[in-house]
Every structure is written in structure tokens, then in C-alpha cells.
């Protein structure tokens, strides 16, 4: 089974300035995919970015980006000069793709939240 | 319409009854996915359909749920003898396909479920 985790139950940053969010995972499958989603507090589960494992290039969608470290199975999200909009919860998802590719193993989230 | 509808956004019952959450995913999506979310977790895969067959029930906790989806269309998730412990937002998504980009998950805003 796969597991997801984020380390970081809160984060804080001011706005224009970058902030990291982590994310590890744990998988047997060598083809899988990666995502971050965000969830303003309307609820709705909004795509931000998402990386294929078999590409080694980091994926990147304007001012967000990730560091897909394989090996050590780390997938991060770098967002750059931060805005209030960006405010919201934050979760790192997994998923082995094929037929199954919308299951998806999300982790427990990361709060973040942008200071004017 | 536009997006993935659900309703009802809010609902509270008691202790032992019978609820019904539906989902109206986007015009012309096949798959149909249902997750629930508790407090200050991720969401945690329940159910999937392709067309009206589910495809993946393998995440629904007990034979207390239930979802169908009878025209391929619009789903229900039926939930019996509801117990607190099922109160959590409960998140509806729907895809054009099942994998690659046609598999990109459209959320829903959720049904809010709270037992008293």
C-alpha cells in the first residue's frame, strides 16, 4: 500500500516571499504519478501541479513548482512570490495511474497561510 | 453544467438514520469518483464508478454505504444507521476518462454530513 506524508501541519509566509511545502512518499511501483492539490475553504479540491515519475524534469505551471527527488521519494512544492489567494490547505497526493489513476492516497495536508 | 455539483452542502441528522448524498458530475465525464474527508485529514478514497458499474468499491468502510449510479450519470451515496463517526465532508469528483490527462479529477464543494 502507499502511504503519503506531510511533515508540516502549518506553514506561514509573507507575501511576495517563496515558501516550501514537503511531502514524502512510500511505494513499490516504479511508474506513478504525483500531485499537490489545494482546498480553499469553499472545500473544492483545485489541481496545482502534477509530475510523472518516469520524467525526471520538475514540473512547473507559473509561479509553482516541485522537486521531485525519486530516490528518496520527496516531492516538494516551491511556491514563489506568494499571494494572499495562496492561502489555504495544501495536500500531497499519490496515485500508481492505468485505470486507477483518479484513487488517489492524499496526505494529512499542510495549512498555509500568506501574511500581507 | 459548469462543474461538479453536490448536494445537499450541508447536512444534519441523527444517531441511526438513513442519509443520501448525490453528485452531478460534469456533462460527459465517464468516471465518477466519491472520497470523505474528516476533520483536518485528507480525503480517503471510497468508491468509483465507469459509466454505472463501480469499478473500485474497495474503499468503502462498511455494508452500512452504499453508491450507485443507474444512468451513468448523476451518483448517489446512501449511507444506513449512520453513526457519528461518519460525520466528515464527503467529496465527489468526475473525470473524462480513467487515466492520463483525460483522468484528471474535477472536485465537487462536498456534502458536509454531521450525526448527532
Known amino acids: 500500500a502507499q502511504t503519503v506524508t506531510q511533515s508540516q501541519p502549518e506553514m506561514s509566509v509573507q507575501e511576495a516571499e517563496t515558501v516550501t511545502l514537503s511531502c514524502t512518499y512510500d511505494?513499490?511501483?516504479?511508474?506513478?504519478?504525483l500531485f499537490w492539490y489545494k482546498q480553499p475553504p469553499s472545500r473544492q479540491m483545485i489541481l496545482v501541479i502534477r509530475?510523472?515519475?518516469?520524467?525526471?524534469q520538475n514540473a512547473t505551471e507559473n509561479r509553482f513548482s516541485v522537486n521531485f527527488q525519486k530516490a528518496a521519494k520527496s516531492f516538494s512544492l516551491k511556491i514563489s512570490d506568494s499571494q494572499l489567494g495562496d492561502t489555504a490547505m495544501y495536500f500531497c497526493?499519490?496515485?500508481?495511474?492505468?485505470?486507477?489513476?483518479?484513487?488517489?492516497?492524499f496526505g494529512q495536508g499542510t495549512i498555509l497561510t500568506v501574511h500581507p | 453544467g459548469a462543474g461538479v455539483s453536490q448536494t445537499p452542502s450541508n447536512k444534519v441528522t441523527e444517531k441511526g438514520k438513513y442519509v443520501e448524498l448525490r453528485c452531478d458530475p460534469i456533462?460527459?465525464?465517464?468516471?465518477l469518483y466519491w472520497y470523505r474527508q474528516s476533520l483536518g485529514q485528507g480525503p480517503e478514497f471510497l468508491i468509483y464508478?465507469?459509466?454505472?458499474?463501480?469499478?473500485?468499491d474497495s474503499g468503502l468502510p462498511n455494508d452500512r454505504f452504499f453508491a450507485v449510479r443507474p444512468e451513468g450519470s448523476v451518483s448517489t451515496l446512501k449511507i444506513q444507521r449512520t453513526e457519528r463517526g461518519d460525520s466528515a465532508v464527503y467529496l465527489c469528483?468526475?473525470?473524462?476518462?480513467?487515466?492520463?490527462?483525460?483522468?484528471?479529477?474535477?472536485f465537487g464543494e462536498g456534502s458536509r454530513l454531521t450525526v448527532l
Open positions: 469528483a468526475s473525470s473524462l476518462g480513467l487515466a492520463g490527462e483525460g483522468g484528471e479529477l474535477f
Open positions: 511505494t513499490s511501483e516504479s511508474n506513478y504519478y
Open positions: 509530475q510523472e515519475a518516469y520524467k525526471q
Open positions: 497526493a499519490f496515485t500508481k495511474g492505468g485505470t486507477s489513476y483518479g484513487k488517489l492516497t
Open positions: 456533462s460527459g465525464h465517464t468516471a
Open positions: 464508478f465507469q459509466g454505472t458499474g463501480a469499478a473500485d
